[in-house]
């Protein structure tokens, strides 16, 4: 009866030690679940224009998109002044509808805008630019742009007995996947009604249509009568493959008495692409609280224009460190590839479990092309703690089979 009662002493003991043991080895601490910070400073604003430099034809009025973007952590009331004005010009910044001397706008977010510049009968063609300043109410922070307008006296216009054509914007600068639409008045001179062909001769596999202004159906055709005129698009979409370049097109208005052309120019800058990934595919780190996990990625340059000065960021939990090398890239040209090396730290105080990484590589500033890549991080506890778990459990079982002996032999 005694032996039975040791042997179920002993089994009782035995099982309650695995069960102590395996919590403290084998459970993990509940995983983190507080909102990751971004990694941004306390105060930060910016104001940059959709294109720095436009060309227009004299006469023409201007209207560029203007970012006031907040990079800090704290909301910010933005003061937008334009600091100088060309002689002859009217200008402002406007929304859809009224003029904008402020702007509200919070934390990690940006606000769209317009530059509205509108020239009088005497501004000749030249140069001229157009200073905008953005600063915090309590004039801690400030920074300025520019929008330079170049006006052009103007060009691509034919005249003809009978037919007058006359192109806004003759001249238009994007990427190679944009598509282009120009705008032609095109002017009946003629004393009687009459229809006039519609024709456009481009670079060979260019995608070029005409159509109705705010319409989307295709024409060849328009019928105009005697002093009227109406407004046509020509819209051009370019060929995938095309080099970055200067290209024209020709557009011809006929009738069977009188014709007339007009010169178009699209002048492609390539497009801008991104991609980054890890070499095997793989999108998950292990690591250990506070030692340095090492990884890398690759970032390529798919487009067909060249990407300057490629950075890094990293989007990450409190107290990690994340390291890059190189810390940014020059150039890439098209179809280059580049390796990145990348250090990842976690805290000392990480719990146990998995946690999210964000790493982004932006090309230009502002960012023409961007890539994110979204990292699951795994973090474990040192084997230190392994090693323990095992020496109690080999204390435990010495104790226990000490004890069995010795009261075995009572």
């Known amino acids: 009866m005694k032996i039975a009662k040791r042997l179920l002493l002993f089994t009782?003991?035995?099982?309650?030690?695995?069960?102590?043991?395996?919590?403290?080895?084998?459970?993990?601490?509940?995983?983190?679940?507080?909102?990751?910070?971004?990694?941004?400073p306390p105060r930060s604003i910016a104001v940059y224009p959709e294109y720095t430099g436009?060309?227009?034809?004299?006469?023409?009025?201007?209207?560029?998109?203007?970012?006031?973007?907040?990079?800090?952590?704290?909301?910010?009331?933005?003061?937008l002044t334009l600091t100088s004005i060309p002689d002859g010009w009217k200008a402002r910044i406007?929304?859809?509808?009224?003029?904008?001397?402020?702007?509200?706008?919070?934390?990690?977010?940006a606000k769209n805008l317009t530059l509205r510049a509108e020239p009088g009968p005497k501004v000749k063609p030249g140069t001229y630019h157009f200073p905008v300043q953005a600063r915090t109410t309590d004039n801690r922070l400030t920074t300025s742009c520019e929008v330079t307008v170049t006006v052009q006296p103007k060009t691509g216009e034919k005249v003809s007995?009978?037919?007058?054509?006359?192109?806004?914007?003759?001249?238009?600068?994007?990427?190679?996947?944009?598509?282009?639409?120009?705008?032609?008045?095109?002017?009946?001179?003629?004393?009687k009604d009459s229809i006039f062909n519609l024709s456009a001769k481009g670079p060979e596999n260019w995608d070029i249509n005409f159509k109705p202004a705010y319409e989307q159906k295709f024409i060849s055709s328009v019928r105009l009568k005697a002093d009227q005129s109406q407004t046509v698009a020509v819209s051009v979409k370019p060929y995938p493959l095309a080099e970055p370049g200067k290209y024209t097109i020709q557009v011809r208005v006929s009738s069977p008495v009188a014709k007339a052309e007009s010169t178009l120019t699209v002048i492609l800058t390539g497009t801008y692409k991104l991609e980054a990934g890890t070499p095997n595919g793989l999108l998950s780190l292990n690591a250990l609280q506070g030692k340095t996990s090492n990884f890398s990625i690759y970032v390529k340059n798919t487009g067909s224009?060249?990407?300057?000065?490629?950075?890094?960021?990293?989007?990450?939990?409190?107290?990690?460190?994340?390291?890059?090398?190189?810390?940014?890239?020059?150039?890439?040209?098209?179809?280059?590839?580049?390796?990145?090396?990348?250090?990842?730290?976690?805290s000392d105080q990480a719990l146990v479990g998995d946690y999210s990484l964000t790493l982004r590589a932006e090309a230009g500033n502002?960012?023409?092309?961007?890539?994110?890549?979204e990292l699951r991080a795994t973090v474990r506890a040192s084997a230190f703690?392994?090693?323990?778990?095992?020496?109690?459990?080999?204390?435990?079982?010495?104790?226990?089979?000490?004890?069995?002996?010795?009261?075995g032999r009572r």
């Open 385 to 407: 703690w392994g090693w323990v778990g095992i020496a109690i459990i080999l204390f435990v079982l010495a104790g226990l089979v000490y004890l069995f002996i010795r009261l």
């Open 12 to 40: 009782v003991t035995l099982v309650s030690t695995f069960f102590f043991v395996g919590i403290l080895f084998f459970a993990s601490p509940p995983q983190a679940s507080a909102k990751e910070k971004k990694d941004l």
């Open 305 to 346: 224009a060249i990407l300057n000065n490629i950075t890094f960021l990293s989007f990450k939990p409190e107290n990690w460190k994340v390291k890059f090398k190189p810390e940014r890239i020059d150039a890439l040209a098209p179809e280059e590839l580049k390796q990145v090396e990348i250090s990842v730290t976690p």
């Open 366 to 373: 502002p960012p023409k092309a961007d890539k994110s890549i």
């Open 94 to 109: 406007k929304t859809y509808s009224f003029g904008v001397t402020g702007v509200h706008v919070e934390s990690d977010k």
């Open 161 to 191: 007995k009978g037919i007058n054509i006359i192109s806004s914007y003759p001249v238009l600068r994007g990427p190679t996947d944009a598509k282009f639409e120009f705008s032609l008045e095109i002017e009946n001179k003629l004393d």
């Open 54 to 79: 436009v060309v227009v034809t004299q006469g023409d009025d201007v209207s560029v998109d203007l970012t006031v973007a907040n990079r800090g952590r704290h909301d910010e009331d933005v003061i």
